[in-house]
């Protein structure tokens, strides 16, 4: 196969500068669940010449109905390596970094994040999103970062804007008001829903207990993921 084949769609909207200028841009990825698979992909298909994927779980059965990586034969697997092994099939050529690893502000070092030209923050968990947000922001380099999208069934609600402008979202202003205790003020582009979050469930476990668990669906998560991947692919082309 001729890998240059595979932009001919995509040079007829970028022209060769464009696709020159996405080849030899680098981006992180931080979380490859139900957005950041996505949005991983998503930019591996559009040309990025580098892209790192970082996430510490493994796939489960509750994760194939929205996660790129994650099928009947990658249970089990680490997601980021199962997510690198398909982007590597997508475009060899690419220049693909998985860590198998948790973000945390003290092994923040390892992922080079000062020489990525932009990050996307896929992270669920409250801490470490307020942890990376602070050092990409420090570091100058561009973020995009993805607020909730779990309780949501709507993808024409998700939109992108500072994060000082987001609305509804429950994540979003727990990200404000966390931001604004450590004195941040920055600003950075948020894709978020305007969707109220929907009626939590309950399953029963093994146990027979109750546990709660939130609704996810691919049409949700995914057009976030490409959302963010767009942010991106626009401001690569239009710089």
């Not at 040309?47 to 009947?72: F, H, W, Y």
């Not at 949501?152 to 994540?171: G, M, N, R």
Request: proline content about 3%; glycine content about 6%; some cysteine.
């Amino acid at each position: 196969m001729d890998i240059n084949n595979i932009f001919d769609r995509l040079v007829l909207l970028t022209g060769n500068e464009g696709l020159n200028k996405l080849q030899n841009t680098s981006v992180l990825v931080f979380g490859a669940g139900g957005v950041g698979s996505w949005a991983a992909e998503a930019l591996v298909r559009s040309g990025i010449g580098k892209i790192g994927i970082i996430d510490n779980d493994t796939v489960c059965p509750s994760n194939i109905n929205r996660q790129l990586e994650a099928t009947s034969l990658t249970i089990g697997s680490p997601k980021a390596s199962a997510l690198k092994k398909r982007l590597n099939e997508i475009n060899p050529e690419c220049e693909i970094t998985a860590w198998d690893k948790l973000f945390c502000k003290e092994d923040a070092s390892i992922f080079n994040i000062k020489n990525a030209d932009y990050v996307i923050d896929a992270i669920d968990t409250l801490n470490h999103k307020l942890d990376l947000i602070e050092i990409v922001t420090g570091l100058n380099v561009t973020l995009f970062s993805s607020m909730g999208m779990a309780l949501k069934i709507d993808p024409s609600l998700i939109k992108a804007a500072s994060i000082w402008k987001t609305d509804v979202c429950p994540l979003a202003r727990s990200v404000r008001q966390g931001l604004r205790k450590r004195n941040f003020t920055d600003d950075f582009t948020a894709v978020y829903s305007t969707e109220q979050p929907a009626e939590i469930k309950h399953i029963q476990d093994q146990n027979t207990s109750q546990k709660q668990i939130n609704g996810s669906i691919v049409t949700v998560t995914g057009t976030a993921g490409l959302l963010l991947a767009s942010l991106v692919i626009h401001r690569i082309i239009n710089e």
